[in-house]
């Protein structure tokens, strides 16, 4: 998924997994940066 | 305008998600339905070692799913027919969908074929292509679906978002499976901003199928934070859910469809939950096969989009804040056949006006082509090509502006290693 997590302006790059694990690598502008999970145990069943 | 290629390289999340990943085989380069209609349920109910079957071979990622004589069947995605046989042997009467690339799908033990499926006749993702039963060699009425890829058994998932269907290789008698809802493939789990927050954050929403409930987790820039319940029974059996500012309040609403009469309904957002729905359109368009809602006309309103497959129609009903209106055609031929479509201001300026995108994996005799149709406010431009040889045998295609710059930029992404490319949109 992209959507603009970090509120920056720029779109993120967004990961989920149907385990509920969600990870984000914001976008630095020029690349996509360090992932890191951002909430986990969400959305599982969905 | 010139184009750039970057390779969006972050060794570190293709190091992380790889470890994280249960499955290995890369998914096709376009989501997979469950095989019925959207918004109906079906289980498993046989699969290899599932129930102790003995799916092996090239069905050995076959599963069987529990239907009724004379239920519908659907495409798990948009391709050819390339067989249709009428048997009372092996698969009995039975449909092989080529998706292109060597992915193929087939459904067997079917009772008959839909209307207009013929060999070579093309079908969306979703469409009706036949009517379960128990014919070939089958001991009762089911639907056996076997994906294979070059000729080999290929693991259909996730379908709808779902996956785990399998149990393969331990013989389990008499399991429980859950129902499975079908529903197109990307909407159970979204980014947008819900709460409207000034920095415009995108939230994590989350849709249920099965109960029609959605959840978000609030975005803080760093996390997603304090998950609750926004609405319930929004959108149960409906065949899309999406997420856009359609009253122009700078909060993401949640907005349903249902294919079966056009109709559209929206519960707008409060900032902390989702107000009760209401309807907004009906007839916004039966037969229609893929659904958007992005700002258009440039009034900072999201309007509803609906594109045709087969023939590059779209059809706008633009947000009047409190309903959507009349449903116009904004171009004709633009992406029949495509992969892949998207809706994204990939011109900038202002007004902001989402623009009508389209990829094609192969298109006269190249590969991976994109081609955008501009907003003028009140109907698309003529279509042109946007990009060459961007993301071919990607598994997902999308629009957004990644850099800041005012303009949609071109994103594809590899479930195989977990790249992302973007081609960074220029002036």
Known sequence: MLGDTTGDGKADATIYYGSGWWYVAPSTGSSFGSVSDWITNYGVGS | MKLRLVLAGFCAMVLALASLSTTTQAAPSFGLQLPWPAGT???????????????????????????????????????????????????????????????????????????????????IGGQIVGYADNTGD????????????????????????????????????????????????????????????????????????????WQVAYSNGIDFVSPSTWITGHGYTSNRELLGDVNGDGKADAVVYFGSN????????????????????????????????????????????????QSGDWYVAASTGSSFGTSTRWIAGHGAGSTTQMLGDVTGGTPSRADAVVYFESIGGQNAVWY?????????????????????????????????GGRADAVVYFGANGSWYVALNWV
């Open chain 2, 372 to 404: 955008v149709a501009r907003s003028n406010g009140s109907g698309f431009d003529p279509y042109s090509q946007w990009i060459v040889g961007h993301g071919f045998t990607s598994d997902r295609q999308m629009v957004a502006d990644v850099n800041g």
């Open chain 2, 41 to 123: 349920q079906h289980r498993i109910n046989g699969g290899n070692g599932y129930n102790c079957g003995t799916h092996t071979g090239g069905d050995y990622y076959a599963l069987d799913f529990a239907f009724a004589s004379g239920e519908a069947v659907t495409a798990v995605a948009a391709g050819t027919v390339a067989t249709k046989i009428f048997s009372n042997f092996g698969y009995g009467n039975h449909l092989i969908l080529d998706h292109g690339y060597g992915y193929t799908s087939l459904y067997a033990h079917l009772q008959s074929f839909a209307a207009g499926i013929s060999v070579g006749a093309t079908v």
């Open chain 2, 262 to 309: 056009g109709s559209w309904y929206v519960a707008l957002s409060t900032g902390s939950s989702f107000a009760p729905y209401t309807l907004w359109k009906t007839g916004h368009r039966v037969g229609s096969s893929d659904h958007f809602l992005g700002d258009v006309t440039g009034d900072g309103k999201a309007d509803a989009v609906v594109f045709f497959r």
């Open chain 2, 138 to 213: 089958s001991t009762g009425d089911h639907l056996h679906l076997r994906m294979q890829k070059s000729g080999a058994a290929y693991q259909p998932e996730p379908m709808s978002g779902v996956t785990g269907f399998g149990n393969y290789g331990a013989c389990t008698a008499n399991p429980t499976s859950p129902y499975w809802t079908s529903r197109a493939p990307f909407d159970a789990q979204q980014l947008s901003d819900a709460s409207g927050d000034a920095a415009h954050k995108n939230d994590a929403v989350v849709f249920y199928a099965a109960s029609g409930n």
